[in-house]
């Protein structure tokens, strides 16, 4: 697995799915099937602080405020 730090990209490379390169962004579940563990990227993001994670956030915020 590799994390960015600048902007919200996880890649992950399964030897069970033959090494292909899965990506995924805020808002994705990421599964670590080896020690069945799933964790959202939301939750792997919460302490870093950069443009991509706070314009999500921002978003989802504003969102929440529609909806009610």
């Known amino acids: 697995m590799l994390i960015e730090q600048d ?3 996880m ?3 399964c030897r069970s799915e033959g ?3 899965e990506h995924n962004f ?3 579940e990421v ?3 080896a020690i069945d563990i799933t964790q959202t ?3 792997i ?3 870093v602080v950069n443009e991509d994670v706070r314009s999500f956030v921002d ?3 504003n969102t929440d405020l529609l909806d009610r």
Request: hydrophobic share 50%; with cysteine.
């Open 31 to 33: 599964i670590f099937a």
């Open 59 to 61: 978003g989802v915020a």
């Open 41 to 43: 990227a939301n939750e």
């Open 11 to 13: 890649q992950v490379c």
């Open 26 to 28: 805020m808002g994705d």
């Open 19 to 21: 090494w292909v390169s």
């Open 45 to 47: 993001y919460e302490r």
């Open 7 to 9: 902007i919200v990209d």
